[in-house]
């Protein structure tokens, strides 16, 4: 079974690479690609161009989102201990427990 894949893998393979070997050689398909290849190319410049800023922006957004969420969370890193536990109450009763 390895063996027929392999041959037919191959054979395949061989098959591609010459077709695209005569397709590149061939000089009306070479300038239909080269034209292909440029009009696509032109298209996706101006793509980035258009996505360019909107996407500058919203990195810039969410920069500020995260360095404003930082800002709250650790503005005060140390936390006041007695202002934490002021509302929990302990009496003698907890202590017979522990």
């Given amino acids: 079974m ?3 894949f392999n041959y037919t893998a191959l054979t395949g ?3 591609i690479a010459g077709f695209l070997a ?3 050689l061939d000089k009306k398909t070479k300038d239909e690609i080269k034209n ?3 009009s696509n190319s032109g298209r996706a410049e101006q793509w980035f161009k258009d996505h360019k800023q909107v996407t500058l922006d919203r990195i810039e957004r969410k920069i500020t989102e995260v360095k404003k969420i930082l ?3 650790i503005s005060d ?3 006041d201990l007695y202002n934490a536990t ?3 109450s302990m009496s003698d ?3 017979k427990d522990v």
């Fill in 71 to 73: 800002e709250e969370n």
């Fill in 93 to 95: 009763e907890d202590l």
């Fill in 22 to 24: 005569g397709a590149m």
């Fill in 77 to 79: 890193p140390v936390p």
């Fill in 13 to 15: 393979s061989a098959f």
């Fill in 36 to 38: 292909r290849l440029t």
């Fill in 86 to 88: 002021e509302s929990l």
């Fill in 2 to 4: 390895s063996k027929i």
